[in-house]
């Protein structure tokens, strides 16, 4: 006899968000494969960074803030990777709530010297006259926390 009863059973609510999901899969599916065909390579990687953005801050919303999933969907979720566990994790924590992709925030000498400056508030960019359009990585327009 088959396994069948130790298959991961899809929660309760799952139904109710996959449209959405699915939605943004195919958003995302048809970004990938643009993005293959490109000779732009960073710029075309933009979109595929702000719908994997989007899918986990729907998801994150849900859960954290309209309350509207169960505890056991939401792990569900984290565990067949639909959302990013570590840029949700990152949310959480003060200074990152609006963070836009964990690339920005990774240091080291492939990306940039210091934390990328997208996470500079609008303000201090402006004091310091410098002029700042979108992020290279990820194409983010800003994303501080007190922006
Ligand atoms: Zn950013
Ligand atoms: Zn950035």
Redesign the pocket.
């Known amino acids: 006899m088959p396994k069948a009863s130790k298959k991961s059973k899809i929660p309760e609510g799952f139904d109710k968000i996959e449209p959405t999901l699915n939605k943004l899969l195919a958003k995302l599916k048809e970004s990938q494969a643009k993005s293959l065909k490109t000779t732009n390579k960073n710029e075309s990687l933009w979109p595929i960074y702000q719908i994997n953005h989007q899918i986990s801050r729907y998801v994150y919303s849900l859960y954290y803030e309209r309350k509207t999933i169960l505890s056991e969907l939401y792990q569900y979720l984290l565990k067949q990777k639909y959302v990013n566990k570590d840029l949700i994790a990152k949310w959480k924590k003060q200074g990152y709530e609006k963070?836009?992709?964990i690339n920005?925030i990774i240091v080291n000498e492939k990306n940039h010297e210091n934390t990328?400056i997208?996470?500079v508030p609008r303000k201090q960019l402006e004091d310091d006259g410098k002029d700042f359009d979108r992020?290279i990585t990820?194409g983010?327009k800003?994303?501080s926390s007190i922006d």
């Open positions: 963070l836009c992709c920005c990328c997208c996470r992020c990820c983010c800003g994303c």
